[in-house]
Structure formats: structure tokens, C-alpha cells
Nanobody, 120 residues
Framework: VQLQASGGGLVQAGGSLRLSCAAS????MAWFREAPGKEREFVAG????????VYGDSMKGRFTISRDNAKNTVYLQMNSLKPEDTAVYYC??????????????????WGQGTLVTVSS
């Protein structure tokens, strides 16, 4: 499967961005991010059915993951952005019968990443 992430850019602290990831087929989807010098970090994810949605601790209340199955697109709405949210954001996928997890190695497919820069 090919994942195409988009929507990154430069935004001031307190601003918002919406990332998109196009993916055809039935997959459990997630967003991760990787800041310079840091390990890849789980941001948010959910099952194909939408029954299970999981957020990373530092994103709760600020980020919202959603999907439009008709468009085969997953979105990450990011509000109240902080400089520490600066990172390359990746969408990831695995077969839909697997649960959402926070471990990058448990995802089989990855997009190319989109850079989000939050200025102070």
C-alpha cells in the first residue's frame, strides 16, 4: 500500500494545521512523529472500524484523528500547537485486523513524512 501524507508547514505557536494521509484499503492507521535527535513517537491512531481511537499523552485534547473511508483518507487535526510539536509527521498502516498500538515496529507501511514546524 502507498501512503501519501501532506499538510505540513510552518505555523506559529497556538496555531493549527491539518495533516492528511491517503491510503486505499482496509487498514489500522496511525500518525507518528519524529523530532531531531529523538525517537519516533506515537501521536494518534484508530482501527478501521473506528471503534478504538488512541492518542499519545501529550496530544490529548489538542489533536484529533479522523478518517473518511469514502475518500480513503486519514486526517490529523492539530490545534494549540507548541514549538515542541515540531517534527516530521508520518502516517503508518497495518492490516485492519490488528489493533492500534503505539510501537512503530508494529506497522508495516509508512508514508514519506511531512514536516511540521511550530515557531515560538
Amino acid at each position: 500500500v502507498q501512503l501519501q501524507a501532506s499538510g505540513g508547514g510552518l505555523v506559529q505557536a497556538g496555531g493549527s494545521l491539518r495533516l492528511s494521509c491517503a491510503a486505499s484499503g482496509r487498514y489500522t492507521m496511525a500518525w507518528f512523529r519524529e523530532a531531531p535527535g529523538k525517537e519516533r513517537e506515537f501521536v494518534a491512531g484508530f482501527s478501521w472500524s473506528g471503534a478504538r481511537i488512541v492518542y499519545g499523552d501529550s496530544m490529548k485534547g489538542r489533536f484529533t484523528i479522523s478518517r473518511d473511508n469514502a475518500k480513503n483518507t486519514v486526517y490529523l487535526q492539530m490545534n494549540s500547537l507548541k514549538p515542541e510539536d515540531t517534527a516530521v509527521y508520518y502516517c503508518a498502516a497495518k492490516n485492519y485486523y490488528y489493533s492500534v498500538t503505539m510501537i512503530p515496529g508494529e506497522y508495516d507501511y509508512w508514508g514519506q513524512g511531512t514536516l511540521v514546524t511550530v515557531s515560538s
